[in-house]
């Protein structure tokens, strides 16, 4: 259960089918319909090379005397490993259209430098490329995520990309890896077809794009056994011509195994240069952000929905793979790194993110929250040799029980939650059974200032025992975790 400040939540013990519910916070969950398993990938992780996520983040110096493997943060690995990050996306975002991944494999002294025109302009030196992030992956266990650059690069580099990686066979691209130092194939499976083709992957217009994803992927082959999942680079917030223009043609629909949606959170939306402050907010902005947070839920219906006329067997994936708050960033902070803070409200806001995401998972097959490490809602930040786990970081690790478990399908009755005139459900909530047969709920109660209780009813089952609960809450509604301080969430 996540719980903003001052709340207490009361566990009702469900003696089912009999109880006469009196209160006004209800969820009925409905194990009898369950069928659909909540992928693990909504559980993904994004680092793309911004700001400090890659370099600072992941990747320190050989003489930093931080603790490494490899050049590669020994307690970065311990913490994500902590929360079972199942994949990890790379190299953007925005940067992935302007990356050309053979500057970066071979000896790290001649790789070509390069300037990272979307994050600050820094000089980009490519130390960290193709095999460090492979290497990355396989210290972390979880499944890499690769996003090919449509639209600075050449159908080639991206064919030839795909088969240096999953190539065992005698070719050109297999023999490079080889001479790097790399016999087997990495085995990549997620790929993805550019990134926001619609605005910094090229700015297309939908029909465009779509004629482009379907030249580049008939040159992503595959290779011995391995079958590359496709993610077509797919709209942002309510694009629905986007998906549409993607689902209506048979041929284009053979080209994709996913299609993306990216949404960010932000407690004002007129404008992206005035997001609000990421730690000193007022009710009003806490409010904006929950009720702006929900609305991926819409989004993810109404793709749905488009997607489920073209594709009602639900082959083709939504895969959230930008998501999360973006307030303004840490004042001091270089603005091309998007470095913000995180507080008690990231921790609500992400926790009902994944209950809708879950709640959805016969449609959403991976979500990847934007980013990792030290950029917009992390779940991590680092410091010299300082490591902080962040409020979200508790959320996803209290979560890691719905990986790969059964949803079982809720419907909820909730008070609602009013702020300035503004209404919004307080309660939401998912469910899911794990292999052994238990059931794990997270409630998620939106508001800062009431504690609720809520009764929950499982339909079906004659008792059931409730053997434990954490919650996740602190003493103000902007508590955070700092470097050097005592968590205070
Ligand atoms: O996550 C930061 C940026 O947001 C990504 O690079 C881009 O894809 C999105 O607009």
Redesign the pocket.
Known sequence: MIQPMKTTLFFALLLIGQAVYTQENKITFYPDSAKDIISRHIYGH?S?H?GRCIYGGFWVDKDSGIPNTGRIRNDVVAALKEIAIPNLRWP????ADEYHWMNGIGPEEDRPSMINT??GGVTEDNSFGTHEFMRLCQMLDCEPVVCGNVGSGTVREMSEWVEYLNSDNISPMTNLRKENGREESFGVRYFGIG??SW???GNMTAEYYSDVLRRYSSFCKNYGKNRLYKIASGP?DSNYHWTETLMKDWQTRQMFQGLSL?Y?TRAHTESWSYKGSATDFTTGEWFSTMSNALRIDTFINRHSKIMDRYDPGKEIGLIVD?WGNWHDIEPGTNPGF?FQQNTLRDAVSAAVSLDIFNNHCDRVKMANI??VIN??QSVLLTRDNDLVKTPTFYVFKMYKVHHDALLIPNSTQSVNYTEGGRSVAAVHSSCSRDDDGRYHITITNLDPDNALDVDCEFKGLKKMNVTKGEIITAGQMNALNDFGKEEEV
């Not at 953007?92 to 940067?95: A, R």
């Open positions: 994004f793309e911004l953007g975002g925005c940067f979307n994050w990134n926001e605005g910094c992957g942002s990216h960010y930008e998007l934007a980013q950029v917009l």
